[in-house]
């Protein structure tokens, strides 16, 4: 409705009825007047209908909505169920172009404002929470480790005769796939454990730099997130080594972006050394389905050459999602998201420590992981004169998932992971021969109390059911603590195996008798 419109309606019904609607319309209007003028995040979220209005005209914008249109293309928007068209609010040609993710698609000049707008709130969020320097973002419709392997790419068209990257060693699946699919070699870096910390090793990441000479690196990877007791790598001193070694750096800062004080890490490392790139999640920072990440740096010209590197278009769903989430929450929803996710922390530590204090254990001590924290299982880990019966742990692992209790990850410390032909010594806990079993817990954003209380209540009927049990009466979980019946049918075995197919933490029933390219590892730690 515009004014002639509302001046025609004023023939209709009363005009005092229609210059209040006017203005009820224009107070939401304004709000679209002013995200585009200032492009910041709105501080207040919008309601819901806000959000569809302004949703449904920029989606009027694209090609396919025009009234009269005759698309002769290959590509025009066209879709079959309506279901699918509402889902995505009738924007189906998504973003970007062949030549780069970043221009403007000339038959998607509404999903083109949207995805430039969601950049401009991106780029704020990270500099409030603590990258103030930073001088550019943008979204991928991607997840963290495939947003990281473009990156590397990128920064390997600048060394042609490059093909090895630095790796500090953080067991997570994907941390290292993104270096092979990349076709390039991992040189695996083990950390350095201090007290019960694990701390990046860099006087071998020096050793590496100074070995293979800078031209035959493409990049450090360091990571600021982590499961304890891995804690965030030294960015700052990582920093000035690849400074002086004129050697790329990238941080996976995957879900790092909701706790200021790794953010702080990074533009502090990014003042006093060298940091090209840091890429985070969506999903992880922003409470938005997976598909997500957001690619960010201190120089204009790397970014724009990985927007480059992006091939055709992407596509617009996850664009969507995140700029219906910031829209909804504002700058001072978001804030006291990440003031809760810090309060539920310091609850997570405490009643943890209870359950430990309770049951002989104790919390390791981790100081410099402000999201995870982990607890000792060392008395449901028994030692014999030839090997280490882990029975318990696995059985603490399926009977905690077949209570629906998702996230925390039961280490045995001692278990042997293939992942694209490397094995891995001690799966799980970031190294070789830690010296002791454990369970980890997160307290990231959007959790609450009660996600907590209700986890500590399970674990503590779980390890006291684990203690005066033996691990072959345990294979099928009482009804009397509330589980599905045909759940409790499966055995044990079972459902560890198959916990460990979704999360990939812990298997009993993982193949660890591959030996391929095991050597290659040990020589390359060796160079």
């Known amino acids: 409705m515009n004014s002639q419109n509302f001046t025609l309606a004023e023939n209709l019904i009363p005009s005092s009825y229609v210059q209040q609607a006017a203005s009820a319309l224009k107070t939401r209007e304004n709000l679209a007047k002013t995200l585009m003028e200032q492009r910041k995040w709105p501080d207040n979220g919008w309601d819901d209908a ?12 694209d090609s396919n909505n025009f009234k009269e249109h005759a698309g002769v293309g290959e590509r025009e928007g066209r879709i079959a169920c309506n279901l699918v068209a509402k889902r995505h609010y009738l924007m189906t040609h998504g973003i970007g172009r062949s030549e780069n993710i970043a221009e403007v698609q000339p038959n998607a000049t509404g999903s083109s404002l949207m995805i430039k707008l969601v950049n401009a ?21 991607m997840a963290t480790g495939m947003s990281l392997m473009l990156c590397m790419l990128t920064l390997k068209q600048d060394r042609p005769g490059a093909k090895f990257v630095l790796w500090s060693r953080i067991d997570q699946k ?13 040189i695996i870096i083990d950390p350095i454990q201090c007290g019960d910390e694990l701390h990046t090793d860099v006087q071998g990441i020096e050793a590496q730099l100074s070995t293979l000479g800078s031209d035959n690196i493409v990049c450090v990877l360091s990571t600021t997130s982590c499961f304890a007791p891995r804690v965030s790598d030294s960015l700052e ?3 000035c080594l690849c400074q002086k070694y004129n050697v790329p750096h990238l941080v996976n800062n995957a879900y790092g972006l909701q706790s200021t004080r790794l953010m702080h890490s990074i533009q502090d490392a990014s003042r006093k050394g060298r940091i090209d790139v840091f890429v985070q999640s969506t999903d992880k920072n922003f409470l938005v389905p997976v598909g997500g990440a957001i690619i960010a740096g201190f120089d204009k010209t790397i970014l724009d050459k990985i927007t480059r590197n992006y091939p055709g278009r992407a596509s617009c769903s996850p664009v969507m999602d995140i700029f219906i989430t910031l829209l909804s929450l504002g700058t001072n929803g978001y804030k006291e998201l990440i003031t809760q996710r810090k309060e539920v922390h310091q609850h997570l530590r405490k009643e943890l420590g209870k359950i430990a204090v309770k049951y002989g254990e104790r919390l390791l001590d981790i100081q410099n992981n402000p999201i995870s924290i982990a607890m000792t299982l060392t008395s449901l880990s028994v030692q014999n004169a030839t090997e280490t019966d882990t029975k318990r742990l696995s059985q603490l692992s399926s009977m905690m998932y077949m209570r629906h209790v998702t996230g925390c990850r039961v280490i045995s410390s001692i278990e042997v992971k293939d992942v ?13 021969n830690y010296p002791c079993p454990y369970i980890t817990a997160g307290a990231s954003i959007g959790v609450k109390k009660s996600d907590i209380d209700l986890f500590i209540q399970k674990l503590d009927k779980v390890i006291a059911r684990l203690r005066k049990s033996s691990p072959s009466n345990l ?3 009482s009804s009397s603590e509330g589980n599905d019946t045909t759940s409790m049918r499966r055995t044990a ?13 812990y298997s009993i029933g993982d193949d660890s008798t591959s030996t391929s390219r095991t050597s290659s590892v040990d020589n390359l730690r060796k160079h």
């Open 475 to 477: 294979e099928t979980p």
């Open 493 to 505: 075995t079972v459902a560890s195996s198959y916990r460990s197919t979704i999360n990939g933490v």
């Open 174 to 186: 994907s941390c290292f796939k993104c270096i092979i699919t990349a076709g390039l070699q991992p």
């Open 50 to 61: 806000t959000i569809e209005m302004f949703l449904s005209n920029l989606a009027l914008m």
């Open 237 to 239: 001193k990582v920093a």
């Open 121 to 141: 709130m991106l780029l704020e969020s990270i500099r409030f929470m603590g990258v103030a320097s930073a001088t550019g973002c943008f979204m991928v419709p």
């Open 420 to 432: 694209c032909g490397y094995k891995f010594d001690g799966w799980g806990a970031h190294k070789s």
